[in-house]
């Protein structure tokens, strides 16, 4: 029973050096720090009371602690994650209200539960069919969006709106309401925190200080921004000037999951699946940085039931949906983390401002929350890849492009699907008119190359033709079109060179035989080479390697040697 307990352990508990300790009890410590106003603060982001960025930050610390692998990945709510709870909940329900909290809660289970059966199945792949320019252009356009939501709070008004457009229509209209008061401390805090970003520590190192000691400050700037904030607020000259967070309940959630209606479920799915999918990435992209430096091996499908388990303790606590977060976790490393135990550390801490420390939070004006928000989330508006798609790969450019109008002018959810659709339309395009060349031999040499760019040799009456593809139903009759149109008539035999098919399926076998019978009716033979095991495994089972008896060779260099003049092939 012992062993099996053991066995059940995460790696940590069961040897744990004591020098680890000082590293990880500060890495807790500056982490709750940061987590707290994040915590606050996405759940605004979300549509939610602020204590349920709280609830959400406790059960999934200690989850991941057990479950995880990574030994700095900090689990909590995350940004571009709220922007799509709030996008999916305001279609549903009226923000505010107990329907829209339940819809949350239900949201972070589905997506749970989605994470969990990925990751049981070993299906992490799922995650490869979101593809960079898709994901950079969705993470850019919600950045966006979340600084022109948060307009509204940092000028002394409301924000709200799901596109862009509403957005804008929103602040005019509530233009009446903006407060200079607001604006002059929240614009103030935001010009700290952006300035503490770029300078601060160079100007505490001038002044002595360590390079880490300073690097740590600065990660700190949003507490003092927020405890500033806080002292300004409660200044009797401030009374009713400022929107504050306000009663923030003390104590535990209630445990458990309130019902929801199975009919209400339908609207929830896709949601919560594309939820799923973005906090995948996102996740599995900070654990496999953390790692990198310390020759770690990051498992996926580990991390996806790790994932999968924090979204449903969090459901089961009343939060919402989660994620691994870029700023926590790096600053988790930062700060000397060397184990999990330093989630478990800012667990315990943010029990603690639960349960005996919430009142401190109701002078915190909703405009300093704002600027925080705006600060973090700025550094994810990047088009850099764009221009490097733009450069190299058209498709991939319009689907970063497509994908970053989607969101901003039709929503969040419906940018991503766009976004996938371009991504995974364009990939089908180029597979299914695959690149075919006429290649012959470098002379001297055993290596062949394509006749266009390089100066080589040829034999006469023999065509060498290489596919640059897989071959399946997608391309199967546009490569057999292809091949019958490029050999010369005079021609009188073919060799396929499928170096380049990894895989092959019975549309392209079934296209293989209708080609080798219309070519043979020309006069031709076709000839195959260079096919990789797995292939040949497969038309082997399907009786084309007997069909082609002798007229497969391991290389190129054999076909070119077999069909010299000397040596012909009689049909």
Known sequence: MKAYLSHLLP??????????????????????????????????????????????????LLIYALLGRSHAQSV????????????????????????????????????GLMLLLLGLLRLGLVADFLSQPV???????????????????????????????????????????????????????????????????????????????????????????????????????????????????????????????WSRLPDLVLPAFFIALVNMVQSLSVAQMLAQPRGERIEPNRELIALGACNIGAALSGG?????????????????????????????LMLAIVLFATRALYYLPLTVLSATIVASVLALIDFSLLRRAWACNRVDALAFMATFASVLLIGVDSGIIVGLLISLGGWLAKSGQPHIAQIGRLPGSEHFRNVRNFSVETLPGVSFLRVDESLYFGNARNVEAVLLAMPPANSR?????????????????????????????????????????????????????????????????????AWTPQRDYQI
């Open 11 to 60: 790696p940590w508990m069961k040897h744990y050096p004591r020098i680890w300790l000082s590293g990880d009890i500060s890495a807790g410590i500056i982490v709750t720090l940061l987590l707290v106003p994040q915590a606050l603060a996405y759940a605004m982001v979300a549509g939610l009371p602020p204590q349920t960025g709280l609830y959400a930050s406790l059960a999934p």
């Open 76 to 111: 909590g709510p995350m940004a571009v994650t709220s922007l799509l709870v709030a996008a999916t909940l305001v279609r549903l329900a009226p923000q505010g209200g107990a329907d829209y909290a339940v819809l949350a809660v239900w949201l972070a289970l589905l997506s």
């Open 135 to 261: 994901l950079s252009g969705f993470v850019s356009a919600s950045a966006l969006m979340i600084v022109l939501s948060q307009l509204g709070p940092l000028l002394g008004s409301q924000g709200g709106g799901s596109t862009l457009p509403a957005l804008l229509s929103g602040l005019w209209a509530q233009r009446q309401a903006f407060s200079l008061a607001a604006l002059l401390l929240g614009g103030g805090a935001l010009l700290w925190l952006l300035w503490s970003r770029h300078a601060l520590a160079a100007v505490l190192q001038k002044l002595g200080l360590g390079a880490s000691a300073a690097l740590l400050l600065v990660r700190a700037a949003p507490v003092l921004a927020l405890l500033a904030g806080m002292l300004v607020a409660a200044g009797d000259d401030m009374a009713g000037r400022l929107h504050l967070v306000g009663e923030v309940p003390a104590g535990l959630p209630p445990l458990g999951l309130a019902w929801l209606p």
């Open 320 to 348: 919402f949906p989660v994620t691994g977060g870029l700023t926590r976790s790096v600053v988790n490393a930062d700060a000397g983390a060397q184990t999990q135990l330093s989630s478990v550390i800012s667990a315990v």
């Open 493 to 561: 035999h073919v060799v396929l060179v499928m170096s380049g098919v990894n895989r092959i399926d019975m549309s392209a076998l079934l296209m293989l035989e209708s080609l080798d019978a219309a070519l043979a009716a020309r006069g031709m033979a076709l000839s195959l080479c260079e096919i990789k095991q797995p292939v040949f495994a497969v038309m082997d089972k399907a009786g084309l390697a007997q069909r082609f008896a002798g007229r497969i060779f391991i290389s190129a260099a054999q076909a070119w040697q």
